[in-house]
DNA sequence: TATGAATGAGCGTTCATTCAT
DNA sequence: AATGAATGAACGCTCATTCAT
């Protein structure tokens, strides 16, 4: 279920010269942190000249920026459609939980990673316009949650909660690998069962 | 029981010049990460003049290396203290979780923070010599995970269980306000409540 | 025949912003030696600004580099030609002897005294680089110096009679002056008096 | 004759403080030049702490000036101790040469070379200091040289000779080895038989 | 659009010198 | 004398950004 062999990409990271630069953006700003990428290493990762970078970006922030937009837009997306095709609250929950845990350890690895690492990095303008994208974000996890809650499928504060779950999901890309002894499924079945009232049947290591 | 009043300080960080330069180098890069802190900024802080600097720490990531270096001694202190206090295996567990928590939101706030944002800012050798101290530290959870795992205590493998406590109580620092709905002690309990097989009695949030 | 008037350049000092960074670089570096120099004095000198002055040359270490490098083969080219006209043995020798004063006292004569005042303050590694150069400058001494010693023309092993050759003529730039007592070619038939087994005829000063 | 294995130092550097910095000085002086040397590498070198050495020099030009002067000192005195011993004027010329080629490659070896690479690192007014008393080292060769012209022992004119020789005998330090096939007596007698009109009788090289 | 030379403010670091102890 | 912490100006170099082509 994991995904890290697809493109380490998005939505939006085609190949369009724009599209490649945010590609070489994401993956240098994992790598070296914000500061520590000059926009040459950009620029020639992208095959262009670094003047040429600000034809599509005005600033080296605006790329960041841009990054964070384009994973956040992608994922969100990416948990709506899960969400639809889930039956009941306990899958809902159990689809957050994969969704999130495969944008920071699949596909958007890389982007993902930028969001935690480089917030800082952005000034509290920018930081205002990604928080107002990742607030529908958000509202995906509280709704489920709430209604977790309401059926007493959850024994913490929805608001608790979540900030506990999302430590437990980004934290993992620090260790988490597919190929080690915990699958991907299990790890998510071991977050799931430490919500959950009761320990889920079946459950893993 | 959380102590942000105390000074944002750890033992080691006291008034020698050397002290005050950790502890205002601790606050800046928490503030600002390590590369957007100028030596002259910490130098200020710390009263003194930039050249001056350089006869405590022969170089800026020495800085921050000290900083790593001495809020890991204390809390490892600290924690093998409260370690050797706590009567069963459920009180120590509980003891780690509080003694990490407190570390991160509590007196040692800043210099924790650092640690963890500012870890790829340090080259890989001195990340080596501060990963040398940081196992004595991880060895302690490690021991107290295993021995509640022996017992069925927890529900979750020792190894993933102590990423997935590292990672909810490093993320507490971005929400977790005292003086909120939610005590330090509330949050504890909740956190180690996750953790165990039965549902903590008389649990709270 | 020394030509001090004309520009205090050498081939690849032209008026390129590279030739012009050579050229005042040169000046500088002779006047002030290496240390002493700042880029931001070169740069100043040249014309442009202390940043500019990176993108063509990586470090100031480069600069004296490439003087050096100019300048020998430069001097050597015109060795060659000079060389190649020379009719016999005493000719060439002659030729060697007033093409390196020339080179020491004439035209050349900044980046000649960079080439020995500031040579020690090149990296191991550039030495070689130019050594390499050298050494190809230095052939063409012991070639006439061992032809001469064949036909007994002069009275000292080759390879020491370069050395005291060297030392001559290097010497001169401490004190010779074309338009003193002594006149150019004086000097130059001075110095090859002093290397022949018979006093030359018509010799000067 | 050329003494390389008595101590390194002249007169005056001997164990006292001063003695041992001025000692430091030189050897340090010639290896990285006076720029690349630091007031704490002299320190250190001579035992001391780098702000212990402002007792003994006002600053680190007067090291620089204090070595030149006590080579130069004495190196006078025993090219004079030398010329009285010597019978007559080719003797003594021969007797000038001999001592500067072994203040150049023997004993005064550091200080001698400070004297030639170091000097240009030496304000006007030092500059001027050293030069008075060079003079007096100037002048026992020119009195000689003269002498030698008068009798036509030489061919070239006392002013130009004693340039070329100092070229000669102060370049000796770049290539000149006593352990190589030259030895030191060869070395002068070579040197020697440059100058003379009529070659040496005996003569080797 | 794309280029790449140029900018210029700012960085981490050095080091001769001072001075209270 | 000796110490060693402190100074502060200056250094080589970096780099996001601009702009004429």
């Known amino acids: 279920m994991v995904n890290r062999r697809r493109r380490l990409t ?21 790598q070296r942190g914000f500061e520590r990428t000059t926009v040459r290493e950009i620029a020639a990762a992208a095959g262009i000249q670094s003047g040429s970078l ?3 970006f005005a600033s080296k922030e605006d790329i960041l920026k841009a990054v964070m937009i384009e994973v956040i ?11 639809a095709a ?17 944008s920071i350890v699949g596909d958007t690895r890389e982007a993902m990673l930028v969001l935690v690492r480089c917030w800082e990095s ?16 958000e509202e995906l996890w509280l709704a489920v949650l709430r209604e977790a809650a309401a059926r007493s499928l959850v024994r913490v504060d929805p608001f608790v909660l979540r900030r506990l779950l999302a430590g437990m999901v980004s934290w993992s890309n620090t260790w988490f690998d ?10 998510v079945d071991t977050i799931l069962g430490m919500c959950l009232r009761e320990p889920v049947t079946g459950e893993s290591t």
């Open 122 to 137: 952005l000034s509290k303008e920018r930081q205002a316009e990604v928080l107002a994208l990742r607030r529908a974000y």
């Open 73 to 83: 837009r992608y994922n969100t997306a990416r948990m709506e459609a899960t969400l």
């Open 10 to 30: 998005v939505k939006g990271m085609d190949d369009s010269p724009r599209g490649k630069l945010l590609s070489a953006a994401a993956r240098l700003f994992r």
């Open 54 to 56: 600000f034809h599509h």
């Open 86 to 102: 889930a039956p009941d609250t306990r899958a809902r929950l159990r689809a957050l939980i994969a969704c999130e845990l495969e």
């Open 178 to 187: 597919p190929r080690g002894p915990t699958s991907f499924d299990q790890l």
